[in-house]
Structure formats: structure tokens, C-alpha cells
């Protein structure tokens, strides 16, 4: 496992907001560099062989206009793809639906940089109860998952080990991963009183052992 500050800090994280036809829809933008070629980090996303061993189990047609699903969490289609640069799918979990874009782009000492854009359409009072880091934090995890994966360490993703979430570093992890997201947040605009409020809250909802 990658050593959980180090991974923090080599994260990247913004917010903002974007005019769509249904309204204003909230922007979240998380982005890293890998120590690895633009050709195996698009494999790594892109091939069902390979996901599971740093996201989740993903079920479906993973092309242009195919219907995927992902084991346990959101389901979509893909609509747009151009490899090995990008691709960009609906983000359809709990009845709402919103959109992720994927870019890769090969960097000057020969790795890639990984970007992650989710827009959606966030009630307000949730947003006002959670703030970014409702999702912001699984993000997160899925950045910490590839980053070991690429590292050759671990088959399994860091959020589906119960043992490791449940632990000092997990714990560790998903509240530095918050207070990131806090600090994205003010940068944005939200005050911080109203900010750091909604981050206790998703800090609490990720470390909290279940039943406590």
C-alpha cells in the first residue's frame, strides 16, 4: 500500500460549476500522475481483466454507446471514447444520474496524468449536509487504488478491504481525503464554517464503525 500521505498530497482537487440544460450542475475535477505510459494506464481503465484489481468488478460492453454496470455501485452508458485519450459515460446511482469524463495525457518525464471531471446535479440540502467530500472521498480511494495498482502492489482496491477502511491508516486516509475536499471547497466560494460543518459530517460517515 502506498503510504497514505504521500498519496494525499499527489492528488489534485477542484471544484466548480457548470451551466447545463436542466441548470447549473456542480463540477468536481480530482487528477494525478502515474509513474506509467499513457497505453497501460488507459488499459488499466479500460479493460474488465484489470479493474477489479484497483476499482471494482465492471460488468458490460465497455465501448462507444455500451451499457455498463459497475459491481455494487453506479451503472451507464458510455457515450463518448477516444483511445487512449479519453472517454466520458452517465454516472447513473440511486435514481439520479450525472457524468464522468476520463482524459490521459502523456507528461514531459514520461508519465500520465489521470483526470477525473464528475458533474452532477447535487441537491442543495445534501450538499449543504456533505459537501464534496460525500463523493469526493470515494474518488479518492479509486486514485489511491491506482496508484498501488501501478505501483505493483495489491489485487484488491483499498475501498473493498473492510480491514484496511476500518483501520488507523484507513481511517487516516478517508479524513485527510476530507479535509482536502474542505480546503476545495472554500477555495470555491463555500464559507468555511458551513464548509467544515458539512466535511465533519462525511468525515464521520467514513470512519464511523457500522452500528457504533
Known amino acids: 500500500m502506498i503510504d497514505a500521505t504521500t498519496q494525499i498530497n499527489a492528488v489534485r482537487r477542484q471544484l466548480g460549476t457548470r451551466a447545463l440544460e436542466a441548470g447549473e450542475a456542480r463540477v468536481m475535477t480530482i487528477s494525478q500522475s502515474y509513474d506509467a ?31 455498463y454496470q459497475v459491481e ?43 483526470q477525473l471531471e464528475h458533474v452532477a446535479h447535487v441537491k442543495e440540502e445534501f450538499w449543504l449536509q ?19 495498482y501501478l505501483a505493483g502492489g495489491g489485487d484488491a482496491p483499498p475501498e473493498q478491504n473492510a480491514a484496511w477502511m476500518g483501520s488507523d491508516a484507513g481511517r487516516e486516509f478517508a479524513t485527510a481525503s476530507s479535509d482536502r475536499w474542505y480546503e476545495a471547497s472554500v477555495a470555491a466560494g463555500t464559507s468555511p464554517d ?4 458539512a466535511a465533519d459530517r462525511t468525515t464521520a460517515f467514513y470512519t464511523t464503525p457500522p452500528g457504533a
Do not use: Q
Open 37 to 67: 505510459p499513457l497505453e497501460d494506464v488507459w488499459d488499466a481503465c479500460t479493460n474488465p481483466e484489470r479493474l477489479p484489481r484497483w476499482f471494482a468488478p465492471v460488468s458490460g460492453e465497455l465501448r462507444l454507446h455500451g451499457r
Open 72 to 114: 455494487g455501485n453506479a451503472s451507464g452508458t458510455v457515450e463518448r471514447c477516444d483511445p487512449p485519450k479519453s472517454f466520458a459515460a452517465t454516472w447513473e446511482f440511486g435514481g439520479e444520474v450525472s457524468w464522468i469524463e476520463v482524459r490521459l495525457d502523456p507528461t514531459d518525464d514520461g508519465r500520465t496524468r489521470f
Open 130 to 148: 456533505y459537501g464534496p467530500g460525500a463523493a469526493g472521498v470515494g474518488w479518492d480511494l479509486a486514485m489511491l487504488g491506482l496508484a498501488s
Open 194 to 197: 458551513e464548509a467544515r460543518a
